[in-house]
């Protein structure tokens, strides 16, 4: 398993990985296939990549997802399932995609409740209110943020608007905000 800020480069740097039952990259915001590389679709070997979640400043969850590439071997994929749940976290496989699975769908969800909050559909306090009683989610999305991090979500939506070039994905006004004061 390569680890931390570097993982790629000693990924890269490493020989004879071939005879490994599996070979773990731990990924940003990025693909796999930027360590990799992609051909035609054709893509993949015994090598996967791993994000553990954490949601900005918030302490990292259990989650880990785990990313293949179309021809992945599935004895690497099990391998690596299994590693990673032998050291206590819960595995969710995913497809390699920019942001995976939980930040591709919660990032759009927390930059329209800025949006809106910009507009002043409502206020912080109402709207988040009106998500945890309307839909009986334990937090709402403005209390959600400003717990873990506006500058943090700005970076991770500019990562994922640049790689996607979707709309939703663009930093919301606010935390383009937080971000500016942040880097003062």
Not at 19 to 43: K, M, N, S, Y
């Amino acid at each position: 398993m390569f680890i931390g800020e570097h993982a790629a480069k000693a990924y890269r740097a490493a020989v004879e990985l071939d005879a490994c039952p599996f070979v773990a990259i731990e990924l940003g915001a990025e693909c796999l296939g930027v360590h990799t590389g992609e051909d035609r679709g054709h893509e993949g070997s015994n090598v996967v990549g791993f994000a553990r979640y954490r949601m900005g400043r918030g302490d990292p969850t259990p989650l880990v997802e785990l990313v293949r590439q179309p021809q992945t071997s599935e004895t690497a994929v099990a391998a690596a399932r299994a590693a990673l749940e032998a050291a206590g976290l819960k595995v969710a496989v995913c497809g390699d995609f920019p942001g995976r699975i939980v930040d591709r769908l919660i990032r759009p969800y927390l930059n329209a409740a800025l949006r809106r909050l910009d507009e002043r559909l409502a206020s912080a306090e109402d709207l988040d209110k009106t998500l945890c009683l309307g839909l009986g989610y334990p937090e709402g999305p403005i209390s959600l943020l400003q717990k873990t991090g506006l500058a943090e979500h700005h970076d991770v939506t500019l990562a994922l608007y640049q790689a996607l070039g979707q709309e939703p994905y663009a930093p919301a006004r606010r935390a383009q905000v937080a971000k500016a004061i942040a880097t003062r």
